[in-house]
């Protein structure tokens, strides 16, 4: 069956401290994998997707095919970055599963 | 417009009556999705259109669910004679692949639909 986990619903962090947010995935192809974000009272957007290999706002995620995971880090969390994460697994071209998100709460 | 754009942004309806949501999405998109998602949970895929065509209706939940983009622009889903259960945040997101890779999907504001 086609999955995406995300096991953390809140994830609260200090400004300053680094942090990861999981995900993992199941799925029998070869997987495309993205983080979406939302931020407060914004629409949701894209944050990165795997096959770019690029860092947007200090985030990084790494595919990792042998634990099925995607996990999003960055090294020092900004109070900015407070906002919902979700984690999505694109399938047969265009359809889209998404993980049930984790809240990030950054305090000051 | 500058992104896309969704309407109504909230929607309260009686059981029993039927509903439209509109997706106008971003101007010359090709690819056209449609999402439900419920209080905390992810989105959940309903519908995907390439133009007017609709390629993919695996996501809507039954024969309630139905959704249309006759010009391959704006979209409408309609749900009819509406169950509490439809309740949930309606999103729409375009792009101007046809679902390939590399294709960013822009999502729209959402709409909120409660169903009484």
């Known amino acids: 069956a086609q999955r995406v986990t995300q096991p953390e619903k809140l994830l609260s962090v200090f400004k300053g401290a680094p942090v990861e947010l999981k995900c993992n995935y199941s799925?029998?192809?070869?997987?495309?994998l993205f983080w979406y974000v939302q931020y407060s009272r914004q629409r949701l957007q894209l944050l990165l997707r795997?096959?770019s290999r690029e860092s947007i706002k200090g985030f990084t995620a790494d595919l990792n095919k042998g634990e099925t995971s995607f996990h999003l880090k960055k090294p020092f969390a900004q109070e900015e970055d407070s906002a919902m994460y979700y984690c999505?697994?694109?399938?047969?071209?265009?359809?889209?599963?998404f993980g049930a998100g984790t809240r990030l709460f950054v305090k000051a | 417009g500058a992104g896309v754009s969704q309407s109504p942004r909230y929607k309260v309806t009686k059981r029993g009556q039927d509903v439209a949501l509109r997706c106008d999405p971003i101007?010359?998109?090709?690819?056209l999705y449609w999402y439900r998602q419920a209080l905390g949970q992810g989105p959940e895929f309903l519908t995907y259109?390439?133009?007017?065509?609709?390629?993919?209706k695996s996501g809507l939940p039954n024969d309630r669910f139905s959704a249309e983009r006759p010009e391959g622009s704006i979209s409408t889903l309609t749900i009819q004679r509406t169950e509490q259960r439809d309740s949930a945040m309606y999103r729409c997101?375009?792009?101007?692949?046809?679902?390939?890779?590399?294709?960013?999907?822009?999502f729209g504001q959402g709409t909120r639909l409660t169903v009484v």
């Open positions: 997101a375009s792009s101007a692949g046809q679902g390939g890779t590399n294709t960013e999907a822009f």
């Open positions: 799925y029998s192809g070869s997987p495309e």
């Open positions: 795997h096959i």
């Open positions: 999505a697994l694109k399938t047969g071209g265009f359809k889209t599963i």
């Open positions: 101007s010359g998109h090709v690819s």
């Open positions: 259109f390439n133009y007017e065509a609709q390629q993919d």
